[in-house]
């Protein structure tokens, strides 16, 4: 009897571990291997610089309020180092100084995948948001033509990155979601108004209407590094900042210029400079099919 209860016993246990190595297999081919995004050349990424406001120093080019007026000055030209790579603790860094509104861009397209980057604030502010929270943002699914939106950014969709705003969702240049979200019975302004909620009704988002909706809690931090990741999956996408979901977009879609919709779930990503410095590293990114465990968890 002892014999046959030890015989049991091995295989049940052998069972067990075929399962689990079964489970953690299907969750490494749902997780590819990351992809370095950032290197010292900053060589996968290419860098258009918007319109300088009129307080900046620099000939040549028609200045105007730092977004939507004047000329920018367009791809790859950066005279005044906006964007710049340095080294903290051995690391390549991203430094973006804010001083000219612009973004870096990916030079590929990607879908269905897990972004990951840290950043952190510097101390530097300019105009036009001398007097406004400090703010950059991580735009995803950029299509069409560089400088659409305040010949700064591309048609998107924004994962913002702001003081005590971090995972924000914004429409960029003609584009659309649904998100649960709830109104606010005080709202602050018209881009204050709704607020992601996992139990809500679903809102549709779409620019020049009601083009943001507010993370459900404030999970970053205003010193030191923040750790964002952005998970991409068909027309879904998840802003999570510093290990915690702040918000879900669903049903991502671009609108054309008869308003027609359809769905948006690839493209570039930017980096976006608005107005402050911001430090980023840390930049990879690897194919996923899948929430991963630590995430899922969450809903």
Excluded at 13 to 23: R, W
Excluded at 218 to 244: F, P, R, S, T
Excluded at 253 to 276: C, F, M, R
Aim: glycine content about 10%; overall charge negative; charged content about 25%.
């Amino acid at each position: 009897m002892k014999s046959n209860l030890k015989s049991i016993a091995i295989l049940t246990t052998g069972i067990a571990l075929f399962f689990i190595f079964i489970s953690c297999g299907s969750q490494k081919n749902a997780m590819q291997d990351w992809e370095n995004l950032i290197d010292i050349e900053l060589s996968l990424w290419d860098k258009f610089v918007g319109a300088a406001h009129h307080t900046v120093v620099i000939e040549g080019y028609e200045k105007g309020n730092g977004m939507d007026e004047g000329t920018a000055l367009g791809l790859n030209n950066d005279p005044l180092s906006v964007f710049s790579m340095i080294e903290i603790d051995g690391e390549p860094v991203l430094r973006i100084s804010g001083e000219i509104y612009g973004a870096v861009t990916t030079k590929k397209e990607y879908g269905n995948y897990h972004l990951s980057l840290m950043f952190k604030w510097g101390d530097k502010k300019f105009e036009p948001r001398l007097d406004k929270p400090m703010d950059s943002g991580i735009l995803y699914h950029c299509i069409g033509d560089q400088g659409a939106f305040w010949n700064c950014w591309m048609k998107s969709q924004e994962f913002q990155i702001q003081e005590e705003d971090c995972g924000d969702y914004y429409t960029i240049a003609g584009t659309g979601a649904d998100i649960r979200a709830v109104k606010k019975e005080n709202p602050d302004s018209d881009w204050d108004i709704y607020i992601y909620n996992p139990q809500a009704d679903y809102k549709r988002f779409k620019t020049g209407e009601d083009g943001r909706c507010r993370k459900i809690a404030d999970y970053g931090k205003l010193e030191g590094w923040n750790q964002i990741d952005l998970i991409c999956l068909g027309d879904m996408a998840y802003h999570i900042v510093n290990g915690k979901i702040a918000l879900i977009v669903e049903k991502s879609v671009q609108y054309n210029e008869d308003d027609v919709s359809s769905p948006l779930t690839k493209g570039k990503l930017q980096i976006q400079s608005e107005g402050a410095e911001v430090f980023y590293k840390g930049v990879k990114i690897r194919s996923v099919n899948e929430l991963p465990n630590e995430f899922a968890s969450q809903l």
